[in-house]
């Protein structure tokens, strides 16, 4: 396992309340430059809970969904979980302690996994789960796995569902310098139950199914 930059150390010894300030200022920022490129329609963006313990569930359309939702969310206070393969990405893992916390999932790890994300949710954090993992790059949706469930159901935090489309154009359409439009809508939180791994994946497919109910038919994937 490859050492983490020296920003997520220094982010680290940062008094908690300060760090938000200056992220919070970091997401603005951000999403001033994506406007540049980018021309974001939102709707629901009040069905996420201005403080208080949060999940937060979407499908995963490309490398740029985190960067998004980070520049329209209300909440500094984000821990996003990514897999660990992420850890060989030095350029962006730069970047990201300048904007949120993260929590690497390495695979065959899930248990440890959901203990930091349940600890991030007693602090009163943000968490944001993908929960098919890896992006399609084509925004077509596949299979999800059962964590957000369970961490749902151990936690006792229902999820925000939100859907998103248009990212996956963004590079074509720089390359013709067009701004692209990516629409993101979010609907109230639903709870999810996890007593077992099969209730757990069923759970999980209810909440891509609500996903894929709110994008056109193209993207709906396996969950059309």
């Known amino acids: 396992m490859s050492a983490l930059p020296l920003a997520f150390r220094l982010a680290a010894r940062v008094e908690r309340g300060r760090l938000l300030r200056w992220r919070a200022r970091a997401h603005r920022l951000l999403g001033f430059l994506l406007g540049l490129v980018v021309r974001i329609e939102v709707s629901g963006l009040e069905n996420i809970p201005p403080r208080g313990p949060v999940i937060f569930a979407a499908n995963h359309v490309s490398s740029l969904d985190l960067p998004l939702f980070l520049s329209i969310s209300p909440r500094p206070d984000f821990t996003g979980i990514m897999g660990d393969e992420v850890r060989g990405k030095r350029g962006r893992l730069r970047l990201i302690p300048f904007f949120c916390d993260i929590i690497f999932a390495p695979r065959g790890a899930r248990e440890s996994v959901l203990e930091d994300a349940v600890r991030a949710l007693a602090r009163g954090d943000l968490i944001g789960i993908l929960p098919e993992g890896a992006c399609s790059g084509t925004g077509v949706m596949g299979k999800a796995y059962s964590g957000v469930a ?75």
Request: avoid cysteine; hydrophobic fraction near 45%; glycine fraction near 6%.
């Open 150 to 224: 369970l961490l749902s159901a151990r936690s006792g935090v229902p999820v925000v569902v939100g859907a998103w489309y248009g990212q996956e154009q963004i590079a074509a359409n720089l390359r013709r310098l067009r701004r692209t439009t990516v629409r993101i809508r979010i609907v109230p939180a639903m709870p999810l139950e996890g007593a077992s791994a099969e209730q757990a994946q069923e759970e999980t497919d209810r909440l891509m199914r609500a996903v894929a109910s709110m994008l056109p038919p193209s993207y709906r994937g396996i969950y059309a």
